[in-house]
């Protein structure tokens, strides 16, 4: 078993910045790829960006050249630095472990959701 913890979340105005991170503990030796989710009121959860253990990303084509996510292997950690955000960036978000196959990840564990609110 993975827990996660998300942290970061909070209010922003748009056009304004925020990190979220996510530590990973338990068994913490399966750990492959790392990704983010979120879910919108009244919409469906969708995959925002993701890592691979080897550091390859992939991003959603509505956080290109926004979002960036990394990790830090020796903190078991991912982060997701959030910038020129958008009211449509409101959502929960879940930080999630999983596998790719394909070219697709799949995520196995997931986070209890940090929520994010763009306002102004």
């Known amino acids: 078993q993975v827990q996660l913890v998300e942290s970061g979340g909070g209010l922003v105005q748009p056009g304004g910045s925020l990190r979220l991170s996510c530590e990973a503990s338990?068994?913490?030796?399966?750990?492959?790829?790392m990704g983010w989710y979120r879910q919108a009121p009244g919409k469906e959860r969708e995959l925002v960006a993701y890592i691979t253990s080897g550091g390859m990303t992939n991003y959603a084509d509505s956080v290109k050249g926004r979002f960036t996510i990394s990790r830090d292997n020796g903190k078991n950690t991912v982060y997701l630095q959030m910038s020129s955000l958008k009211l449509e960036d409101t959502a929960v978000y879940y930080c999630t472990v999983g596998g790719t196959f394909s070219g697709s990840y799949y995520p196995t564990y997931w986070g209890q959701g940090t929520q994010v609110t763009v306002s102004s």
């Open positions: 338990g068994s913490i030796f399966s750990i492959g790829a």
